[in-house]
């Protein structure tokens, strides 16, 4: 069965560094999403992304973090400098398509920000 | 805006007992429903969804959940659990006429015991 692959599986990294999650989204979808689970706490959306470009943002997804689909197979999230507060565990799925389409999601990229 | 809450944060469970996961969301508009779960280190599994239609809805692994209108709630039932039962579920909601994003529940850890 396809599934949603996500790496790393734990990304550890220094206060005001850069760090990209990477995403390869099953082959037939068109819709991608970053969600994220701080420890405890509920599964918030991030961003939705459509032929090439944002579609739908939360307020979470501030200037700090863009994504990019920089082929045709993987699409990152970037995060430009980290704060202790973006630990936590990020999701990436993919859809086939908007409205009830079903959204796949990967097993998750655990960030520690140190 | 929309709003879920799963109400228990812990539901513990002997083998072969019946289990109801409550989920209760808030929508000025229409939603789809859906129950994810989450086995330890993977990712969100889609356990069921609701679009339209009957407001019984049944999914894999012998679950099912019922769609009620005037209490707002989609709780999941299973009649008899196992010990491979053990996760963590979430209940979420997207909207019918607006893009794809989910709002999720803080979620329900099930812990099917001997």
């Known amino acids: 069965e396809p599934e949603v692959t996500q790496t790393p599986s734990h990304q550890v990294t220094q206060m005001g560094q850069e760090v990209i999650l990477r995403c390869v989204p099953i082959?037939?979808?068109?819709?991608f999403y970053w969600y994220r689970q701080i420890l405890g706490q509920k599964v918030e959306f991030l961003v939705s992304?459509?032929?090439?470009?944002?579609?739908?943002k939360s307020e979470i997804f501030d200037d700090q973090f863009s994504v990019e689909r920089p082929d045709g197979s993987n699409f990152t999230l970037k995060i430009r400098s980290t704060k202790l507060e973006d630990s936590a565990m990020y999701f990436c799925?993919?859809?086939?398509?908007?409205?009830?389409?079903?959204?796949?999601f990967g097993a998750g990229t655990r960030l520690s920000v140190l | 805006a929309q709003s879920v809450t799963q109400l228990d944060s812990q539901v513990p469970v002997f083998e072969e007992a019946p289990v109801e996961l409550r989920c209760n969301y808030s929508s000025s508009v229409s939603v789809y429903l859906f129950w994810y779960v989450q086995y330890p280190n993977q990712g969100l599994q889609l356990l069921l969804k609701y679009l339209s239609g009957s407001t019984l809805v049944k999914g894999i692994n012998g679950f099912e959940a019922e769609f009620n209108k005037s209490q707002t709630s989609f709780h999941l039932r299973k009649p008899s659990v196992h010990i491979s039962d053990t996760a963590e579920y979430f209940c979420a909601v997207s909207t019918t006429g607006g893009g794809n994003k989910l709002t999720f529940g803080t979620g329900t850890q099930l812990k099917v015991e001997l």
């Open positions: 799925a993919s859809s086939e398509a908007r409205g009830a389409n079903i959204q796949y």
């Open positions: 082959s037939n979808h068109l819709y």
């Open positions: 992304f459509y032929n090439n470009e944002i579609s739908e």
